[in-house]
């Protein structure tokens, strides 16, 4: 502490943290100089970046809110204003980087606001500049490993998550965002680690692990921990009711506790705990989760006359859902919904699921703050049970 003390009184206060980092830390972290005339003007195109979204998301959700009412403004008038209003954003990141052709962390900045608003190609050409001008810059190699997590191919995401952790162990979303690939694309990472399957569930614990140990009070992470022992066979019970006990403990209000409340009620109900399946499904009280809580009552009822008659029942019609199309050339992603933790540098922004107006898809809902060019969880990511599944904090 009165190391810390001492560097940000010293003259030269960059510096001066960057070095006290590196001698309690090991790791040698660059930390611009604010007062200098580029890095000003960087942190206004971040500020402007964070408007930009802000305002279009801000127009969204008045637009849903409009539309309600039956009235609200016509999709072809709502994407012609956010085209306009991107770009005059792109223009500005362009602008930024005709003069300073060379600043990395601009050129991963633009990358994440082009993955924002779908443009994937322009985002990749970005992410990949900036991590040819600045090799040691973690966010670059982790938001690469993210595109070809999506994209592939999926095993240079495994190399790319692992230079990011090498260059910055101390980020949790660089475990979190490997824990999810590894764990998706099973099969490739048994080809690309030599080893088998069981190791390879044990290795995505692992990475989770380390990323909980750095952010122990993020929630969803939790429920992405806790949504992996779906996945795994034979199925792990104790150690499923752990993680998502443990992510009760994180649920930041109650329709999130109700949610893992379905959770464990389903876990409880297949390993034939039937008291304790019941007492969580009387502890969902939320009418959203009503069709899903009635699905379960429905099929713990089935389940424990089946165990006291011995006699297998059908199961109800109102229970069979259709079977899901797979994922074109991503069968093992087949099941999973993409996430987005974008990274770049220096402001705080966005994480978001995809939300369609009209043929305009753009990134912009459900907002977590993240560092904009720093750390970004754009993994494909873990989806619930067909009959399950968990609802995000707003």
């Known amino acids: 502490m009165i190391g810390l003390l001492s560097a940000l009184v010293a003259t030269n206060q960059p510096a001066a943290v960057s070095n006290l980092v590196k001698e ?5 972290v660059e930390i611009p100089d604010p007062s200098d005339p580029v890095e000003m003007a960087y942190k206004k195109l971040m500020e402007d970046d964070d408007a ?3 305002e279009v998301d801000k127009w969204i959700k008045e637009n ?5 009412k039956g009235a609200g403004e016509s999709s072809a008038s709502l994407n012609a204003r956010i085209k306009t209003r991107f770009d005059l954003m792109r223009k500005e990141y362009d602008d930024f980087l005709r003069q300073h052709p060379n600043h990395a962390r601009a050129h991963v900045a633009y990358g994440s606001f082009l ?33 070809y997590g999506h994209e592939g191919p999926v095993k240079k995401a495994f190399e790319y998550y692992e230079k990011a952790i090498e260059l910055d162990p101390t980020e949790s979303v660089y475990y979190h965002n490997m824990g999810t690939t590894v764990y998706l694309f099973r099969k490739d990472a048994v080809e690309y680690y030599h080893t088998n399957e069981q190791a390879i569930f044990d290795k995505a614990l692992d990475l989770y692990a ?4 750095l952010d122990p009070t993020n929630f969803v992470l939790a429920t992405d921990v806790a949504m992996t022992y779906y996945g795994i ?40 705990r039937f008291a304790e399946s019941q007492t969580h499904l009387n502890m969902v009280t939320n009418a959203m989760y009503d069709e899903l809580k009635t699905r379960l009552a429905r099929n713990l009822a089935k389940r424990e006359r089946e165990k006291e008659t ?30 987005v933790i974008p990274g ?51």
């Not at 849903?64 to 309600?68: L, M, S, V």
């Not at 380390?210 to 140990?213: L, P, R, S, V, Y």
């Not at 699921?353 to 993240?370: A, K, P």
């Open 24 to 28: 309690t830390t090991g790791i040698k």
């Open 52 to 54: 930009a979204l802000d």
């Open 64 to 68: 849903r809110a409009f539309a309600a």
């Open 115 to 147: 993955s924002d608003i779908n443009d994937e190609e322009g985002a990749e050409k970005e992410w990949e500049k900036g991590r040819d001008l600045d090799p040691k810059n973690p966010a670059a190699w982790n938001d690469l490993a993210n595109y």
């Open 210 to 213: 380390k990323a909980t140990k």
């Open 233 to 272: 066979k034979p199925t792990r019970t104790d150690d499923a009711l752990k993680a998502w006990n443990e992510a009760l403990k994180l649920a930041p209000s109650d329709r999130e506790r109700e949610g893992v409340y379905l959770h464990l009620a389903r876990l409880e109900l297949n390993a034939e």
């Open 310 to 339: 011995g006699i297998k029942e059908p199961d109800p019609l109102a229970d069979k859902l259709p079977k899901k199309k797979k994922t074109p050339d991503k069968d093992q992603a087949s099941a999973t919904v993409p996430t």
């Open 344 to 394: 770049a540098a220096g402001t705080d922004k966005i994480v978001i699921s995809n939300l369609v107006v009209s043929n305009l898809s753009i990134h912009l809902d459900d907002r977590v703050n993240q560092p904009r060019a720093a750390a970004t969880t754009n993994a494909p990511k873990p989806a619930p049970p067909t009959d399950l599944e968990i609802t995000k904090p707003n």
